[in-house]
């Protein structure tokens, strides 16, 4: 049987009423609960600056990649990504996110509109999936030519 082995971030810690675990190493793999990007959402509302989707896209991808480290990989192990919105005009700003934090080697990803999340200042939500034994900077493209 695979040890599964709870991940510790202190930057994104597992909250002491939460009813799920933020993220798990199961072998090679890491799995990780859907993030946002609260507190800094409800802080930046607080003071009437709130953040936008680009900002709170870039907050989970720190978040995720905290969770990846902590786990004992880095950010090119991310290897799936769910993105959820509250508006799907959001999209283009997401897209410039990944871009920005990526930088050209993205995971493979699914975009899903949903009505609301957790908080109403919440535009993103994202989880996440990662292998420690691969990074996607090392990938190859495998083409079927007949």
Known sequence: MTLAEKIAAPS???????????????????????????????????????????????????????????????????????VY??????????????RDFFGGVYPCATLVAVQALVFPELRVEIDAWARLDVDLRQAQTLTNES
């Open 85 to 98: 919105l509250t508006d799907m005009a959001d999209k283009d700003e997401v897209g410039r996110a990944r």
């Open 12 to 82: 994104v810690p597992d909250l002491p009423t939460a009813t799920w675990t933020n993220a798990w190493r199961i072998g090679h793999e890491v799995v990780m609960s859907g993030m946002t990007g609260h507190p800094a959402t409800r802080e930046a509302a607080e003071r009437g600056a709130p953040l936008g989707a680009y900002d709170q896209t870039l907050v989970v991808l720190k978040k995720l990649e905290a969770l990846v480290s902590a786990a004992g990989g880095h950010k090119h192990n991310l290897v799936k990504t769910v």
